[in-house]
Structures are given as C-alpha cells and as structure tokens.
C-alpha cells in the first residue's frame, strides 16, 4: 500500500507538484496522467526518494521509500531507462542490480528470459533499440519480485507486441495482490490496463477515481432502424434523446430502461449499451483550465 499525503515540490518561486494526495492499493493498477509538465515524473521520483518533497509524505507500508530496509526488494522502479552504463552488458547491469538488492545470480536469467531479452543479454546496452533499454530497465525493476511497481512511461519505444506483453504482466501483477502506478501518454493503452485514473493537471490531483466510474456517465446509447419511432417512445416515456441518424443518446437512462421502452413499443434495436465517454475527451475536460 502507497499513502501519498501533501507531496508538494517547489523549485524557486515555481510549485511543480502541489498538495498531491492519494492511495495506491493492493490488487490494483493505477493509470497517472497528466499533460507534458503536469508533475508526474517528479511525483513518481518523490515517492522513491530520488527527489526530495519540498513538504509531504510517502509512504510505502507506512514507512518513507528510503527508510525502508531494502527499497529495491519492495518498489520495482522504472523512472529513466537511459541511466544505464552503455558499455555494460545487459547481463552485467542486471547482475550489479542483483547483488544490490541481494537476489540470486539465478534470477537474472529469469528476468532476462522474461522480457524477452535473454538472446541480447551479452549485448552492450549502449547497441540496444529504445524499447530493449525499455525492457532492461523492466528487468531490473522485476529483479527482487517487489509487490509494487512505478512505472514512468513503460510503453516508450515498445513496439505492439511488446505493449501488449507488459499489459499483460502488469495486470497479472495486480491479480497476484501487487500494486502498481504506471504513467503513460499512450491513452488507449491506459484504457485497457488501468482499473484507477489519477489525473493531475499543473501539480494538482483533478481527478482520482475507478476508471469505469470516471467513464461510465449515466445513460444509454442505443440503436434502432426506426429510430424516429424509438425517440417518440421514449418520448411517451418521458426520456429525452439525442439523436444521430440511427443512434439515439438517451442521458440518464439504463440500457434495460431503454431497451423496455423499445420492446414496449414493438420496436427492434440494432444495438444497445451503457454511454461512456471517451478518455482523451475527458483527459482534455480534466486538465484544459
Ligand atoms: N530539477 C528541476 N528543476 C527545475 N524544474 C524542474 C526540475 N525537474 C522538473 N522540473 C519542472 O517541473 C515540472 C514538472 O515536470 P515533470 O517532469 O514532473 O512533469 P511530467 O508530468 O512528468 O511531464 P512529462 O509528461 O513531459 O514527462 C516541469 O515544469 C519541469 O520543467
């Protein structure tokens, strides 16, 4: 468990991240968003001990991050992927990380097998793609199994394949109890990891909730051929629609509602679901002052 508490950092007169609050639970995912500048990376670095909090707390099982016996065996961080020695190899960055934290020799062919870098483990790092420095610092991350994970844009420089596959490991994460933060610009890949939104706009928390809560709205979306019949029952039932050629947007109604009133008035649906709002508009009504 993560409690973040009045995390502020000041530089001079500028406050880049403002009284930022929040929990971080067990079993979850936690998608942190934000425009180029919001504050995220220098939250992410507060809450690890990288960079000192101007006021505020972290606490990560209730202690500080750098108060912890061994950080690296409890937060698996990913915040630069280029602070690597370029002319280290993969192996040999992975293996001084290991002996860092104190795992097995063992477990670096583990890691190594596990994103997919084992054939390119001899490799200098200063000769891999964008998305293999990605992938190592992942490894590095996963070294000592933490329960919890910060990642800064883990899907930079990974190709379709490679953004499904850490997808995959982060939810798997989360279903095994882990918690995890994950920053990222890519919106249609936050959609389909995250089960919380944390939304910040210049240093501020704008928006901290269940992304479904965050998207659902409250109405139904349906379909019809006669579309002009289905609003006029509606109507008759004393539901507004907005209609679109053959979809009609029916606020503050469930799909059942909806789908009642159809079957009452003989009228066949072509479709019919929950309305939600699109998360790059509602990136856009969340942080655009
Ligand atoms: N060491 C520093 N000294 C002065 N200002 C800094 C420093 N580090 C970050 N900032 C400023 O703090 C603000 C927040 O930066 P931060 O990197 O946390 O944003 P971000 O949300 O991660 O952005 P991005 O999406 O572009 O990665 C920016 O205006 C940045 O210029």
């Keep these: 468990m993560i409690e973040v508490h009045g995390l502020t950092k000041r530089y001079g007169d500028r406050t880049v991240v403002d009284d930022v609050s929040f929990v971080l639970e067990p079993g979850s995912v936690t998608g942190f968003l934000g425009p180029n500048g919001a504050g995220k990376s ?19 099982d209730g202690r500080p991050y ?8 409890v937060v698996g961080t990913l915040l630069d992927a280029s602070a690597v020695h370029p002319g280290r190899s993969g192996r040999v960055h992975l293996q001084l990380l290991a002996d860092a934290v104190g795992v097995p ?6 890691v190594l097998d596990l994103v997919g870098l084992a054939g390119a483990a001899r490799r200098r790092v200063g000769g891999y793609s964008l998305g293999m420095r990605q992938r190592l610092g992942i490894a590095g991350a996963l070294l000592a199994d933490p329960a919890v994970l910060v990642f800064d844009e883990p899907a930079n420089g990974l190709d379709p394949e490679g953004i499904r ?21 890519l919106l249609g890949e936050v959609e389909t990891t995250v089960d919380r939104l944390l939304v910040i706009g210049s240093g501020r928390v704008v928006a901290d ?40 947007t029916v606020p ?33 009504q969340l942080t655009t002052a």
């Design 42 to 60: 220098t939250t992410m670095r507060m809450m690890t001990g990288l960079v000192p909090a101007t006021s505020g707390t972290a606490l990560v």
């Design 66 to 73: 750098r108060e912890l016996a061994n950080p690296g065996a």
């Design 105 to 110: 020799s063992s477990r670096v062919g583990e």
């Design 165 to 185: 596959w850490m997808r995959d490991l982060l939810r798997g994460h989360a279903a095994r109890g882990g918690t995890v933060l994950l920053s990222s610009h």
């Design 209 to 248: 909730a269940p992304i479904r809560e965050l998207l659902g709205g409250d109405g139904a979306v349906a379909e019809a051929e006669d579309a002009d019949g289905l609003q006029r029952a509606l109507a008759a039932a004393g539901l507004d629609a907005r209609r679109d050629g053959a979809v009609l």
């Design 252 to 284: 503050g109604a469930t799909p059942a509602r909806v789908g009642a009133v159809a079957a009452g008035a003989g009228i066949a649906l072509t479709g019919l679901r929950p309305s939600q709002q699109d998360l790059e508009d509602l990136f856009f």
